[in-house]
């Protein structure tokens, strides 16, 4: 393919041709009509569907920094892309090029000093797969298909965020390509502004391509899926539980429709249920002594607890899917009989396909790690909560989201804290609340310092500091 790419320039009509930009990088660049082009531009969640001029799928760090450059000298709308999670669809463009980086997959594990060098195309289950034969692991979140890029930047809520906290709590350093095309590392003690900015900031402040991490034994966990029954004093009463359990154990409670999945018996399709997950890290009998009280709530629809090793809690991966859904996220302080009320009426209204409140208790090591200490200021948080109704016809668009609002007003609490990871885009007011504070205005003064141009602005936007009025 030789024609011209119609590249969607910010502020010039340079457009690279496509033989252009295969001679640039080593990695393979893919764009409209090639076989390959389709399924290239495919990100996690259905509905968005962008048609990017060009995808390069960067081989090295020196392709990044090609990339970087040229789109910087040419004006052109970037966006980067890990593992293509992103809810609100900053990963991909509609005529921009997407800067890809799953191809980037090498794992450099030092089980001697318990640390691991991660290329930034790796997903949470192949990284914890492979860290797993050492029986090490760093925590991630609760689905492997995520990327460890967009999660980490974001800052990381996962099954082990009480015993350990959150993935950016385990991030020693990191290798970014800032505007400017440069390769830079960062850590504690080089460049310490921008290794604050990354633990939290998301994709602002340039292209990352590898993270160092710390790793912890967790070889086998105590843990798995447990079906109970979900009313008003179950749903209140798990939650009691989570916050009196011991930081050893984190669970994640989604409050559902039972769907109609093999596991679960015929009679409870369509009920109304609590499907955790529950890990326990450490000694199996302390863990069963953990899992205890949860297991009494109810009597169990399905009880699949079970010492195992930590990989296992990934599930399958399945395919080809790609939701369309509604979703919004927020903390609370607490959730009684009257929220538990309130959830149960929401999910029952809803005419989704699926419709789901997920409850994650969060405390422990988390909650040790002071709130400037990164730029995740919501260290004090106690309960995450994401409402979200998944749905297929995207027409129903403002009936869902119409829903979600709805619900979310409705368990509205105190805090106004958002987590930016679980953040759609949902305008300037929300993603404020995710950086409050002097924690806004810390990021913009390094984001001025290092993306003056706001080059990397496809992402939960933070504008330099000399833009804002
Ligand atoms: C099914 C599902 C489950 C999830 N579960 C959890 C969970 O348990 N815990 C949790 O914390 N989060 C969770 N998330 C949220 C997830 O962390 C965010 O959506 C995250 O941004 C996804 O990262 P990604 O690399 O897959 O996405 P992408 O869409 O590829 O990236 C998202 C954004 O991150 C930035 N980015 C990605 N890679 C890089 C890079 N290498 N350099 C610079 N910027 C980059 C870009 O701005 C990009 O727009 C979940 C999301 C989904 C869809």
Sequence with gaps: MT???????????????????????NGRVIVPGDP???????????????????????????DVSRLVSLARENGLVLAVRSGGH???????????????VSSLKALDIDARNRTAWAETGLTAGEYTHAANTYGLATGFGDTGTVGIGGLTLGGGVGYLVRKYGLTIDDLLAAEIVTADGQLRHVDAETHPDLFWAVRGGGGNFGV?????????????????????????????????????????????????TAPPMPFLPAEVHGKPVIMAMLVYTGAV????????????????????????????????????YHP????????????????????????????????????????????QVPADATAFAHR????????AALYEKLDEKPVHEAWVTNFAAALHQENNGVYV?????????????????????????????????????????????????
């Design 3 to 25: 024609g011209r790419a119609r590249i969607t320039s910010l502020d010039t009509n340079v457009t690279p041709s496509t033989a252009e930009l295969r001679t640039l990088f």
């Design 36 to 62: 390959a082009y389709d399924k290239a531009r495919t990100v996690f969640y259905g509905g968005i569907d962008r048609r990017p001029a060009a995808i390069v799928r960067v081989a090295d760090a020196g």
């Design 86 to 100: 992103s809810a609100a669809g900053h990963s991909s463009t509609d005529g921009g090029v997407v800067l890809d």
């Design 208 to 256: 990352a391509t590898r993270f160092q991490f710390r790793l912890h034994e967790v070889a086998t966990i105590f843990g798995g899926m447990l079906v109970l029954p979900a009313s008003p004093t179950t749903i209140a009463s798990f939650i009691a539980e989570a916050e009196a359990a011991p930081d050893e154990l984190s669970t994640i409670a989604n409050v559902m």
């Design 285 to 320: 009998e302390a863990g069963e002594g953990a899992v205890a009280p949860f297991r009494v709530l109810a009597t169990p629809y399905v009880d699949m607890l079970h010492p195992m090793s930590y990989p296992e809690i990934y599930q399958e991966e399945q395919g080809e």
């Design 324 to 367: 369309v859904a509604a979703g919004r996220t927020m903390f609370v302080d607490s959730i009684d009989l009257s929220a538990a009320e309130t959830i149960l009426d929401h999910l029952t209204a809803s005419t989704g396909s699926m419709a789901v409140a997920q409850l994650r208790v969060l405390g422990g090591a988390m909650a």
């Design 380 to 387: 004090a948080a106690r309960i995450m909560v994401n409402v």
């Design 421 to 469: 990871n679980f953040l759609g885009d949902e305008g300037q007011e929300r993603l404020r609340n995710a950086y409050p504070g002097e924690t806004w205005k810390r990021l913009a003064a390094i984001k001025a310092r290092y993306d003056p141009t706001n080059l990397f602005r496809l992402n939960q936007n933070i504008p330099p500091a000399q833009e804002i009025k």
